[in-house]
């Protein structure tokens, strides 16, 4: 059974850090694009990063650029999102959704358009507050 499971959420300070993690039991990831989305409350949900499986070419959304960075370690089968200079907007339950040799260009639209991503795991809640 193909399944990602995410953890590492948690309460932080604004301008702390936490870094997530995304593991994959069932597939080895390095064939596999790694998206990572949020759901703030009463949101849409977003794609906020996203690592193609060609190339390993990332995509950031404008509201993370420069403050998270996203980074795989095909040993671990694990994907990370390290998020520094937590904003209070940041607070929501984040997901990552994974996609079989997907490109860049692929990276960016399931990034834009969530609802093309085939299946959710449960999340793992990020607070930012003081």
């Known amino acids: 059974q193909l399944q990602l499971v995410e953890s590492g959420g948690g309460l932080v300070q604004p301008g702390g850090s936490l870094r997530l993690s995304c593991a994959a039991s069932g597939f080895t990831l390095d064939d596999y694009a790694i998206g990572w989305f949020r759901q703030a409350p009463g949101k849409e949900r977003e794609g906020i990063s996203c690592?193609?499986?060609?190339?390993?070419?990332?995509y950031y959304a404008n509201s993370v650029k420069s403050r998270f960075t996203i980074s795989r370690d095909n040993a671990k089968n694990t994907v990370y999102l390290q998020m520094n200079s937590l904003k209070p907007e940041d607070t929501g339950v984040y997901y990552c959704?994974?996609?079989?040799?997907?490109?860049?260009?692929?990276?960016?639209?399931?990034?834009?358009?969530?609802?093309?991503?085939?299946?959710w795991g449960q999340g793992t809640q990020v607070t930012v507050s003081s």
């Open positions: 959704a994974a996609e079989k040799r997907a490109d860049f260009v692929r990276c960016v639209v399931l990034s834009t358009s969530p609802r093309l991503v085939g299946s």
């Open positions: 690592i193609s499986s060609t190339d390993g070419r990332i």
